[in-house]
C-alpha cells in the first residue's frame, strides 16, 4: 500500500498570502496524484487532478506540480472560501486508493 | 446538472446491517466506474471500493473486505454498498463519488453529500 504523507498538517495564513500544501508518496505515483478541498461540514470536492491540472471551474490561483513522490499544491493568494482541509489521493497502485492525512489551512 | 444523492444513513447495532444507496442524475452513469469513500468523525478521507462502469468488476478497501459489497443498478442509475457484521470502527460519513476512469479507478471528480452510519449499542 502506497502511503501519503501531508505537511504541514496545519498552515496558518493570512488573506491574500501564498499557501504551499505538499504531498509525499512512500514509493512512486508518477503524475497519477489529485487534489482535493473539503469545507467544514461538506463533502469533499476535486481540485486538480494528473498532479497538475485543474478541475472544471477550479480558479487559476491553484495550481499543483511534481510527479515521482513530492507534490505541491500552491494557493496563490488566498480567498476566504479557501480556509478549508486539502487532501491528496494517489490512484497509480491500487487498491488501495490511498489519501493523505490532510493539511488545515486556517486564517492566520 | 450532474448530482449524487446518498441515502440509507443511520443508526445500527454491531453485528447487524445496512444497506446504502446513490441515486446518480444529470451524467451517463452507465458510462463511469463509481466509489464509496468514508470519513470517520473528526478524522481524514478512506477509500472504501470501487465498482467498475458495467458492475462486473469490484474492488474493497482490506478494512471492509468480506463484509461490505458495492454494486450497481445501470438501469435505475443507483449505486449501493450494503454492509454487514457492522463494527464500531465503520461509524462514518459516507461518501458517493463517481470516479473519473470506468474500467479503472482514477480521481474523483464529483461527490455526493453524504450520509451519516453510527454503529452503537
Known amino acids: 500500500e502506497i502511503v501519503m504523507t501531508q505537511s504541514p498538517a496545519t498552515l496558518s495564513v493570512s488573506p491574500g498570502e501564498r499557501a504551499t500544501l505538499s504531498c509525499r508518496a512512500s514509493q512512486s505515483v508518477r503524475s497519477n496524484l489529485a487534489w482535493y478541498q473539503q469545507q467544514p461540514g461538506q463533502a469533499p470536492r476535486l481540485l486538480i487532478y494528473g498532479a497538475s491540472t485543474r478541475a472544471t471551474g477550479i480558479p487559476a490561483r491553484f495550481s499543483g506540480s511534481g510527479s515521482g513522490t513530492e507534490f505541491t499544491l500552491t494557493i496563490s493568494s488566498l480567498q476566504s472560501e479557501d480556509f478549508a482541509v486539502y487532501y491528496c489521493q494517489q490512484y497509480n497502485n491500487w487498491p488501495p486508493a490511498t489519501f493523505g492525512q490532510g493539511t488545515k489551512v486556517e486564517i492566520k | 446538472q450532474v448530482q449524487l444523492v446518498e441515502s440509507g444513513g443511520g443508526v445500527v447495532q454491531p453485528g447487524r446491517s445496512l444497506s446504502l444507496s446513490c441515486a446518480a442524475s444529470?451524467?451517463?452513469?452507465?458510462?463511469?466506474?463509481m466509489d464509496w469513500v468514508r470519513q470517520a468523525p473528526g478524522k481524514g478521507l478512506e477509500w472504501v471500493a470501487y465498482?467498475?462502469?458495467?458492475?462486473?468488476?469490484?474492488f474493497y478497501a482490506d478494512s471492509v473486505k468480506g463484509r461490505f459489497t458495492i454494486s450497481r443498478d445501470n438501469s435505475k442509475n443507483t449505486l449501493y454498498l450494503q454492509m454487514n457484521s457492522l463494527r464500531a470502527e465503520d461509524t462514518a460519513v459516507y461518501y458517493c463519488a463517481r470516479d473519473a476512469g470506468g474500467g479503472s479507478h482514477y480521481y474523483m471528480d464529483v461527490w455526493g453529500k453524504g450520509t451519516t452510519v453510527t454503529v452503537s449499542s
Open positions: 444529470g451524467f451517463t452513469f452507465s458510462t463511469y466506474g
Open positions: 465498482i467498475w462502469y458495467d458492475g462486473i468488476n469490484k
